[in-house]
């Protein structure tokens, strides 16, 4: 009498795992037709191959362990769960391989970047030399003057259209002084304040006169100055230099001014 | 005495479990490294770093209730979650400097032209 509820209970208990495996199962097996999946794409990726092989071993790995387990009976859980982890490694894997290739990318660009500011340069200079005047001065004796806030260059209104940001060619004499200036002295660094003069909205006058200084300091990083070199700031129609009445005065304060640091980088605070 | 049975059948089940399944004190320490590499590279915002904090709250919380094979396999889950996170943040950073770097080259074309 004892043998058959003995067995009855044991059947009881294994029928309940059984029913227990069955729930899970179909979860874990989409799990497992999903981590085979990426793992496929990823194996078969040479670039995912090459910039994350143990992310692609781990992923074999993990997916070998959850087909293995997947024959067990009441494993659906821990079939998931390996599965889910040998997704996760196709992931990693594929995400390392997509910054591996944008790095290559950026690498490339950079020489081209290089290669262009070179080329850049030189057009200038040749376009400089053909108007004769390369060399005819110094940078000291452009527009600049030594002030309290440092030596201060002022290039006015005329090399750019009104309301508009962009600078004209004209100013291209003026800033290939600038940057030689700043590549014979590497210490030194500017700040680029652009002005405006009162007419007009206050806010945009801001906002121009951040965009026109923005402008300078863009060339000026084409020509290849370090971008830590370069501060920028818009004052908008504050710190006028001359009466805002008279159209001439007012074409004063419209003006990109830059400040040079002295030869030790050290630049007086901004105003 | 099926009954008494059935109970030892369990009871071994439940040492069986807790002999296979040590303290996942390793796997722990992994998930909180790599939980603090995601966030250093700034992944906060990754849906990925998300679900890694999560399960590792509940990794933490099964520690408590001494499930260590619950906690172990939350954790490993979460270290992967984080490492994905952190793997998405450094691959976006990077077509972010693409990006900028083509805005660049294309201004340096555009003066290019207009100089020669």
């Known amino acids: 009498m004892n043998r ?18 069955c729930a899970n199962h179909q979860d874990s097996g989409q799990a497992l037709q999903q981590a085979s999946t990426d793992f496929q794409k990823v194996k078969e990726d040479t670039d995912v191959l090459r910039s ?10 993990s997916l070998a362990r959850a087909e293995r387990l997947s024959s067990y009976l009441g494993s659906g859980a821990d079939v998931s769960h390996y599965a889910y982890l040998s997704s996760r490694y196709s992931e990693i894997a ?44 110094q940078i000291l004796s452009l527009a600049t003057t030594q002030t309290d806030r440092g030596l201060v260059m002022t290039l006015g209104d005329v090399l750019f259209d009104a309301g508009h940001a962009e600078l004209k060619n ?23 304040e652009g002005y405006t003069d009162s007419t007009g909205d206050r806010q945009e006058n801001l ?13 000026l990083m084409d020509l290849g100055i370090d971008e830590k070199r ?10 006028p230099v001359d009466a805002n009445a008279s159209g001439r005065g007012r074409a004063q304060n419209r003006r990109v001014e830059i400040v040079f640091s002295d030869e030790k980088g050290q630049l007086g605070a901004p105003r | 005495m099926s009954i008494r049975f059935s109970m030892a059948v369990m009871a071994i089940a439940t040492l069986v479990g807790c002999a296979s399944d040590p303290l996942p004190t390793e796997q722990i320490k992994l998930t909180e490294q790599a939980l603090e590499q995601a ?57 972010e400097q693409i990006n900028q770097l083509n805005t660049r080259l294309n201004r340096l074309r555009k003066q290019l032209g207009e100089v020669q």
């Open chain 1, 4 to 21: 058959i509820p003995r067995a009855l209970s044991v059947g009881l208990l294994l029928a309940a795992a059984g029913l227990y495996g």
């Open chain 1, 52 to 61: 994350a092989p143990k992310d692609v071993i781990r992923a074999g790995e």
């Open chain 1, 94 to 137: 594929r995400e390392h391989s997509n910054l591996m290739l944008n790095k290559e990318r950026l690498a490339k660009m950079d020489m081209e970047r290089q290669r262009l500011q070179l080329g850049l340069r030189e057009a200038k200079l040749a376009s400089a030399q053909q108007q004769g005047r390369w060399l005819e001065d």
């Open chain 1, 170 to 192: 004209s100013a291209s004499r003026t800033i290939l002084k600038v940057v030689q200036f700043l590549q014979i002295n590497p210490r030194r660094i500017v700040r680029i």
């Open chain 1, 207 to 219: 906002t121009l006169s951040k965009d026109r200084a923005q402008a300078v300091a863009d060339v």
């Open chain 1, 230 to 239: 370069i501060q920028v700031e818009g004052y908008g129609q504050q710190f």
């Open chain 2, 39 to 95: 966030k250093a590279v700034g992944a906060d915002e990754q849906p990925e770093l998300e679900t890694a904090e999560a399960k590792f709250a509940d990794a933490r919380a099964d520690m408590a209730d001494k499930s260590y094979k619950d906690a172990r396999m939350k954790a490993e889950q979460a270290e992967l979650d984080a490492r994905l996170a952190e793997a998405r943040v450094l691959t976006l950073k990077s077509q």
